[in-house]
T-cell receptor, first 118, second 114 residues
């Protein structure tokens, strides 16, 4: 079965702790993304990666870090610098078509991780 | 600054009603507009629209893009309780760095009562 998995499903963190959210995909997609979803806010992009060993900040990257050492994996670390980390975190992936090809990329989403800071 | 605006933000209807959800956008280097349905967890893909005026249909759902008006609508006919969800509109655009990003609207929460 091809797809995107995220773990854990629920995560509780004490203030001041760093936590890492896992995202794995076996779709052979080049591009991976992390979004944060808050009630009434829609999805906001945290970080994205178009290729292994490369990633870019999204719109709300402060207090987060990522790595992309393998094509299949794109873990997100929520650091103690993130002031309001309680949220639903979604990972997505897509085929990274060449911009010149003019083909847009549908993103496939994982089931999400709900992070709560106690 | 909102780049993708959805309306209404919430909607309550009875089974059998027809609903129209709206999405307007303002981005440079537009590539496509996507609709997703989100129930409990992961958004699931509904449609990708790239050409203006061409309707896409899937069962009771249909959508169309108007590039002149920078907007799209999602229609659901003969609604069922299983249509209750948050419907997300997203616009794909090319960044100055040459990569493609999605920007999402806040979603429309649809509730279909029996």
């Amino acid at each position: 079965d091809g797809g995107i998995t995220q773990s854990p499903k629920y995560l509780f963190r004490k203030e001041g702790q760093n936590v890492t959210l896992s995202c794995e995909q076996n779709l052979n997609h080049d591009a991976m993304y992390w979004y944060r979803q808050d009630p009434g806010q829609g999805l906001r992009l945290i970080y994205y990666s178009q290729i292994v060993n490369d990633f870019q900040k999204g719109d709300i990257a402060e207090g987060y870090s990522v790595s992309r050492e393998k094509k299949e994996s794109f873990p997100l670390t929520v650091t103690s610098a993130q002031k309001n980390p309680t949220a639903f975190y979604l990972c997505a992936s897509s085929i990274a078509h060449s911009i010149l090809a003019g083909v847009s990329n549908e993103q496939f989403f994982g089931p999400g991780t709900r992070l709560t800071v106690l | 600054e909102d780049k993708v605006v959805q309306s209404p933000l919430s909607l309550v209807v009875h089974e059998g009603d027809t609903v129209t959800l709206n999405c307007s956008y303002e981005v440079t280097n537009f590539r496509s507009l996507l609709w997703y349905k989100q129930e409990k967890k992961a958004p699931t893909f509904l449609f990708m629209l790239t050409s203006s005026g061409i309707e896409k249909k899937s069962g009771r759902l249909s959508s169309i893009l108007d590039k002149k008006e920078l907007s799209s609508i999602l229609n659901i006919t003969a609604t069922q309780t299983g249509d209750s969800a948050i419907y997300l509109c997203a616009v794909a655009y090319v960044t100055q760095g040459g990569s493609e990003k999605l920007v999402f609207g806040k979603g429309t929460k649809l509730t279909v009562n029996p």
